[in-house]
């Protein structure tokens, strides 16, 4: 149920998002649009946004600081592609957490902010009565479930509906389908 007064957070799975957005629709997220459709009139205390720095964007931050740290250089290199969509993600009003991309010597690579977001979640439980977590991954459950009966917390899951884990979505107190959610999206 929405309150004005409710007290909200929310905490976006940006890499889950995009990818979904992306793959599902050919289409990138409005999150400006999306943090005003989510909010609804309530009090938002916090929007924080989980990344993932790829190979390209810790390679051009590199060479950037070299750039500018030659004499006579004075402006950074073109920006990334991914470095300017963090900086629009800021813009958007979100408090971004990043974490490098993990290469282990036999190449697997690992990227994936599950537990800090559920981490944030819990620190921030005790100061919002709704918390929103926009992703659909089922991982999330035992967060869900821990923010709803452990400290009595409102859950709410944002999430395109053909890729969200129906466990998440039947565990939530409410569901957000972004699919149905037209101005969440931007056509390319």
């Avoid at 149920?1 to 957005?21: C, E, P, T, V, W």
């Avoid at 964007?57 to 006579?72: D, F, I, N, W």
């Amino acid at each position: 149920m929405k309150y004005k007064d409710q007290r909200i957070g929310i905490f976006i799975d940006i890499q889950n998002l995009y990818h979904s957005a992306k793959n599902l629709y050919g289409d990138r997220v409005n999150y400006r649009e999306l943090i005003k459709e989510l909010v609804g009139g309530r009090k938002l205390i916090r929007v924080i946004g989980y990344v993932v720095k790829s190979e390209d964007v810790l390679a051009e931050t590199s060479r950037q600081k070299k750039e500018t740290t030659a004499p006579g250089k004075a402006r950074f290199a073109q920006q990334a592609p991914e470095a300017a969509f963090f900086e629009a993600l800021e813009k958007a009003g979100i408090e971004l957490r990043t974490k490098d991309l993990q290469i282990f010597p036999g190449g697997m690579k690992k990227a994936d902010w599950d537990v800090g977001m559920a981490v944030d979640a819990i620190r921030m439980a005790s100061f919002l009565d709704a918390i929103i977590l926009v992703t659909g991954d089922g991982d999330f459950i035992p967060l869900v479930e821990y923010l709803k009966w452990g400290l009595g917390r409102e859950v709410e899951v944002a999430a395109f509906g053909r890729s969200a884990s129906a466990k998440l979505k039947e565990k939530a107190d409410f569901f957000i389908d972004l699919e149905k959610k037209p101005k969440v999206m931007m056509k390319k």
